[in-house]
């Protein structure tokens, strides 16, 4: 019976340190079947070496090998221009290929004959593909970092404390967002014993919210104005004078918080602006403020850059943490690996990779195309 073969690059991106499959998820696939290639150093970012693939059945091989080889090639983010360029006809690439920001890559490898699988395409609203929803385990790791980094930042107590030098009154949190970042973040800051207040744009999130023990935050919406949600389980992209009153009306709680969290993102487009200069500068010396939707196309909090932390006139620090998984690559790695070895296990049928354009999941991960 054929046997189908995949390859596991090492990530070239700046910072990146996550890598694709780790040894555990080595086993499972050689159980299903799939035989597995890793690249010289692959899962070193990760804390795991090379002897610890080959000790579960793996081949460690140097990447032009790899390439020649492998029948699918697995990777975190998007190649680079030389790792694209080893791709060859009749190969797929499976990844988190983000590509609604990189069109050009998908359409040159498209025409290349090296066919896509992009798992930041996979509707959330597919109950039957949760197991390979890569941006929710990823996300999971990130609202868990932002408020732990948030915590560090912060140069007081997260929960009230009574000492005999007197009582420290808690830290209070406000996330703006209960998507799975801002749930895992609100989570996270409760366990640490901060008091919680969380928004969202949509209505339905409050049960959510108040379900993790914090407070959801009723903010008057402009006349006519429906809901905030939108398709595949994310919240829809407001009007230019819905996130002008939604601004106005979270300046005052900003204010008051000692710590804000921001993790709202609409695919493919730039984040919606939440948090305005003049909010942050009304915050108190010693805040903390933290952008997970800080990146290239902006963020949710005004002069926030991704990866870059600035300790403001104020006093306040804002950091722009628009790529925290890589900041705990083993465990962002773990939970990825394992959304790929449940896709995989979809793809694969009778020892052949199989992308059927007429499956709503294979269909919506290759962007509804038929290559």
């Given amino acids: 019976m054929a046997t189908v073969t995949v390859g596991v690059v090492?990530?070239?991106?700046?910072?990146?340190?996550?890598?694709?499959?780790?040894?555990?998820?080595?086993?499972?696939?050689?159980r299903a079947g799939i035989d597995v290639l890793v690249e010289t150093g692959a899962g070193s970012g990760a804390w795991f070496t090379d002897a610890d693939y080959t000790?579960?059945?793996a081949s460690v091989v140097p990447p032009d090998e790899l390439y020649a080889r492998t029948d699918a090639v697995l990777c975190v983010g998007p190649p680079d221009a030389e790792s694209a360029g080893s791709l060859r006809s009749g190969q797929t690439l499976i990844g988190l290929l983000e590509p609604l920001h990189h069109p050009a890559l998908v359409r040159e490898l498209d025409r290349r004959g090296v066919r896509t699988v992009s798992l930041d395409l996979l509707p959330r609203?597919?109950?039957?593909?949760?197991?390979?929803?890569?941006?929710?385990?990823?996300?999971?790791?990130?609202?868990?970092?932002a408020a732990v980094l948030a915590a560090d930042t912060y140069d007081r107590f997260f929960p009230m404390l009574t000492t005999a030098a007197g009582t420290m009154r808690p830290a209070q949190v406000l996330v703006l967002g209960a998507g799975v970042a801002g749930l895992q973040a609100i989570a996270t800051a409760r366990r640490l014993g901060a008091v919680v207040?969380?928004?969202?744009?949509?209505?339905?999130?409050?049960?959510?919210?108040?379900?993790?023990?914090a407070r959801f935050l009723d903010i008057q919406r402009p006349p006519g104005t429906g809901s905030g949600a939108g398709q595949g389980g994310y919240a829809r992209e407001l009007t230019e004078e819905e996130q002008r009153a939604q601004r106005e009306s979270l300046d005052a709680h900003i204010a008051r918080s000692d710590i804000v969290?921001?993790?709202?993102?609409?695919?493919g487009r730039k984040p919606p602006l939440l948090?305005?200069?003049?909010?942050?500068?009304?915050?108190?010396?010693?805040?903390?403020?933290?952008?997970?939707?800080?990146?290239e196309f902006g963020g949710n909090v005004e002069g926030s850059a991704p990866d870059k932390t600035d300790v403001l006139d104020n006093g306040v620090t804002l950091i722009g943490a628009g790529r925290l998984p890589p900041a705990m690559a083993t465990a962002a790695s773990?939970?990825?690996?394992?959304?790929l070895v449940a896709l995989l296990r979809h793809l694969v049928r009778d020892g052949e990779l199989v992308l059927d354009p007429a499956d709503e999941i294979t269909g919506a991960l290759m962007g509804g195309t038929s290559s």
Wanted: hydrophobic fraction near 40%.
């Fill in 275 to 295: 948090v305005t200069t003049a909010a942050v500068e009304a915050m108190k010396p010693g805040s903390v403020v933290v952008d997970l939707a800080a990146s």
């Fill in 125 to 145: 609203t597919l109950s039957r593909a949760q197991s390979m929803d890569a941006l929710t385990s990823q996300a999971n790791v990130a609202g868990y970092k």
């Fill in 55 to 57: 000790a579960v059945g």
């Fill in 261 to 267: 969290i921001t993790t709202a993102q609409v695919p």
């Fill in 334 to 339: 773990t939970a990825y690996a394992r959304n």
């Fill in 197 to 213: 207040t969380a928004y969202d744009v949509r209505p339905e999130s409050r049960g959510e919210v108040e379900s993790l023990g």
């Fill in 10 to 30: 090492r990530e070239r991106a700046p910072g990146e340190r996550r890598v694709a499959l780790v040894p555990e998820a080595v086993t499972l696939l050689r």
